[in-house]
């Protein structure tokens, strides 16, 4: 049952994930009036997520340490996916989206007049790079973690 649980927490988590970075993302910069406005909605949105992740993250952590069989390899594989999933969405909220934030509160509209060589641009740029790869890293990572709860789930004796 705790499996079944940790599956959906996962395909939440996923799912959030996936809808934020081929859906919302994509479509505020593609229906909103001004790219500020725009990155102002990516970021309260990616906020959320953060938290929700930090959420889920932490409960799967402690699921994992209470189960019973929690030693086995391929509970010690998920417990270290999980831990470095939980650590990555830190990283993305508490350093990386928060200096973001910081660039944004102090440019505001004026970041997108910047040029691309300028040092503060290239900053967020980079930034904003990382929290793509932290959020790629984590959906990838759900994903193989879903699948080894699922394959898990029809390998085991009494799924039969």
Same mark, same amino acid.
């Given at each position: 049952?705790?499996?079944?649980?940790?599956?959906?927490? !996962?395909?939440?988590?996923?799912?959030?994930?996936?809808?934020?970075?081929?859906?919302?993302?994509?479509?505020?910069?593609?229906?909103?009036?001004?790219?500020?406005?725009?990155?102002?909605? &990516?970021?309260?949105?990616?906020?959320?997520?953060?938290?929700?992740?930090?959420?889920?993250?932490? !409960?799967?952590?402690?699921?994992?340490?209470?189960?019973?069989?929690?030693?086995?390899?391929?509970?010690?594989?998920?417990?270290?996916?999980?831990?470095?999933?939980?650590?990555?969405?830190? &990283?993305?909220?508490?350093?990386?989206?928060?200096?973001?934030?910081?660039?944004?509160?102090?440019?505001?509209?004026?970041?997108?007049?910047?040029?691309?060589?300028?040092?503060?641009?290239?900053?967020?740029?980079?930034?904003?790079?990382?929290?793509?790869?932290?959020?790629?890293?984590? !959906?990838?990572?759900?994903?193989? !973690?879903?699948?080894?709860?699922?394959?898990?789930?029809?390998?085991?004796?009494?799924?039969?």
């Amino acid at each position: 049952m705790a499996e079944k649980i940790r599956l959906v927490l !996962l395909g939440l988590w996923t799912g959030a994930m996936a809808f934020f970075s081929f859906i919302v993302a994509p479509s505020a910069f593609a229906v909103l009036p001004t790219r500020h406005l725009a990155g102002q909605l &990516v970021s309260r949105t990616l906020s959320g997520l953060e938290v929700l992740g930090l959420a889920f993250g932490i !409960l799967l952590l402690i699921m994992l340490l209470a189960s019973r069989l929690w030693r086995r390899p391929a509970s010690i594989f998920e417990f270290a996916v999980t831990l470095l999933m939980t650590a990555a969405t830190a &990283v993305s909220r508490f350093i990386v989206s928060a200096r973001l934030h910081e660039l944004r509160l102090r440019l505001g509209e004026g970041l997108d007049a910047l040029p691309f060589t300028d040092p503060t641009r290239l900053a967020f740029d980079r930034l904003h790079q990382v929290s793509v790869g932290l959020m790629s890293f984590n !959906l990838l990572a759900a994903l193989v !973690l879903i699948a080894l709860l699922i394959w898990r789930d029809h390998s085991s004796p009494t799924s039969a």
